[in-house]
C-alpha cells in the first residue's frame, strides 16, 4: 500500500468516525425537547447539601430546578460529545497535512457550510452547558431552543457538503472552486441535508435507547424507527434526481450502488432491530449507515477528491502532499491516531450502562 493510499484511508477513517460519534451527539441534541423528560428522576445526591439545594431549586417556583433542567437524551452524550469532537480537529489536521491543496480548494469552495458547521458546533456545545445555568423558564426555553439548533444546523449543512461532492461543486474558469445559493439550495443538495438531518435523528434516537432508563428507551425506540423510515425515504428522493441527471454524479457506478445498496440495508436493520428493542444492534445498524457516506463520496469519485459539476476536478494526485512530507506526517498518524482510539475506548467503558440513578446529571 502506497503512502498516498494509507493518508487517504486514515482520511477517511477520521470524518467516517466524527460522523458516527458527532452523529449521535447532532440526534440527540435535536431530539432533547422530546426525549429529555420522561425519566428524569431524583439524581445521585453528592451530599445532605446538594439535596438541600436540590429541595430549595424545585420549590422556588421558577420550574428550572436541577431536577427540572436534566434532560434524559442530553445526560445520554454528556460523557462524550466534547471528546467526539477531537475526530473533526484529527480529520482537519490530515488534510491539512496531508492533503494541502484539496485543503484550500474544499474550505474556500464550501467556506459558507463550513462557516454554518463550526457556528453550530459552537452554539450547541456552549448552549447545552449553559441552559443548567438558566434562570427562569423563558432563559430554559432559550437555551434548549439553541440546544436543538445547534444539532440541526450542523447535521443540515454536512448532508449538503456530501449532496455537493457527491454532484460535484462549480468550478470558475481560473480553476477555483465556488458554491452559490443555486447550489446550496438545489434540489438534490437539499434532499441530502434533510436525509442526513434524519439520519443522524434516528443515529441519535438509537443512542439515546442504548443509553437510557427502560421508560425513555421505549419513546427512543419508537422515534428513531420513524426517523430511519423517514431517512431512507429522502434517500430514496435522492436516488430518483440522480437517476433523472440531477443528483450524484460517480466515477465508479457499481462500487456507488453496492455501497448505497449496503446504507439501505443498514437503515433497514436499524429500524428492525429499534422495532425488537435490540438497542445494542440497532446502533451498530446506524453506526454503518452514517459512515458508508463517507466510503460512497470516497470510492464512488475514486480518483477525485473533489469533483467538478462540469467534469474533472481535483485528483489524489493533485491534492496530496510529496513523499518527503508523508514520511514525517508517519509520526502523527502512528502517535495520535492509537491515543484517539484509547481515550474514546476508555471514555465508552468509563461510563458504560445506561444513565439515569447509575450516574450524575452533568450540566
Known amino acids: 500500500m502506497s503512502l498516498e493510499t494509507l493518508w487517504l484511508a486514515l482520511l477517511g477513517l477520521l470524518l467516517a468516525g ?14 432533547s425537547p422530546f426525549l429529555g423528560s420522561a425519566d428524569a428522576g431524583p439524581r445521585p445526591a453528592a451530599g445532605p447539601a ?9 420549590g422556588s417556583g421558577t420550574g428550572t430546578g436541577p431536577d427540572d433542567r436534566r434532560n434524559a437524551a442530553l445526560d445520554a452524550i454528556a460523557p462524550f460529545f466534547l471528546g467526539n469532537e477531537v475526530w473533526l480537529v484529527a480529520f482537519a489536521g490530515v488534510m491539512f497535512g496531508a492533503f494541502p491543496h484539496l485543503e484550500g480548494s474544499l474550505l474556500s469552495g464550501l467556506y459558507p457550510l463550513i462557516v454554518a458547521i463550526l457556528a453550530g458546533l459552537v452554539l450547541g456545545n456552549a448552549a447545552i452547558q449553559l441552559r ?27 448532508g449538503i457538503v456530501v449532496g455537493l461532492l457527491l454532484h460535484g461543486v462549480p468550478r470558475r474558469a481560473d480553476g477555483s472552486f465556488h458554491v452559490g445559493a443555486g447550489e446550496v439550495f438545489g434540489p438534490f443538495a437539499l434532499t441530502c441535508g434533510v436525509a442526513t438531518a434524519l439520519l443522524f435523528a434516528g ?15 421505549v419513546a427512543a425506540r419508537r422515534t428513531g424507527a420513524t426517523l430511519l423510515a423517514a ?15 440531477a443528483g450524484a454524479s460517480m466515477t ?15 437503515l433497514a436493520a ?8 435490540r438497542d445494542t444492534l440497532a446502533f451498530t445498524a446506524t ?33 496530496v502532499a510529496d513523499g518527503a512530507t508523508l514520511k514525517v506526517l508517519i509520526g502523527f498518524g502512528v502517535v495520535v491516531v492509537p491515543l484517539i482510539l484509547l481515550y474514546q475506548g476508555w471514555s465508552w467503558w468509563a461510563f458504560r450502562g445506561r444513565t439515569g440513578r447509575r450516574h450524575p446529571s452533568y450540566f
Open 287 to 319: 453506526c454503518l449507515a452514517t459512515a458508508l457516506p463517507v466510503l460512497l463520496i470516497g470510492a464512488g469519485q475514486y480518483p477525485y477528491l473533489l469533483s467538478a459539476s462540469a467534469g474533472g476536478g481535483i485528483t489524489v494526485d493533485d491534492a
Open 203 to 217: 443515529h441519535g434516537a438509537a443512542f439515546v435507547a442504548l443509553r437510557s432508563e427502560p421508560a425513555t428507551a
Open 132 to 158: 443548567g445555568r438558566s434562570r427562569g423558564p423563558r432563559a430554559a426555553r432559550v437555551w434548549n431552543a439553541l440546544v436543538v439548533l445547534g444539532g440541526a444546523l450542523p447535521a443540515v449543512c454536512w
Open 18 to 31: 466524527y460522523f458516527v460519534l458527532g452523529g449521535y451527539d447532532y440526534g440527540a441534541q435535536m431530539l
Open 50 to 58: 446538594a439535596g438541600a439545594r436540590a429541595g430549595a431549586g424545585s
Open 252 to 266: 465508479r457506478t457499481g462500487t456507488s450502488v453496492v455501497l448505497f445498496a449496503l446504507i439501505v440495508a443498514a
Open 270 to 277: 436499524g429500524w428492525w432491530y429499534l422495532g425488537r428493542g
Open 231 to 245: 431517512a431512507g425515504a429522502a434517500g430514496a428522493l435522492a436516488l430518483l434526481l440522480s437517476l433523472f441527471g
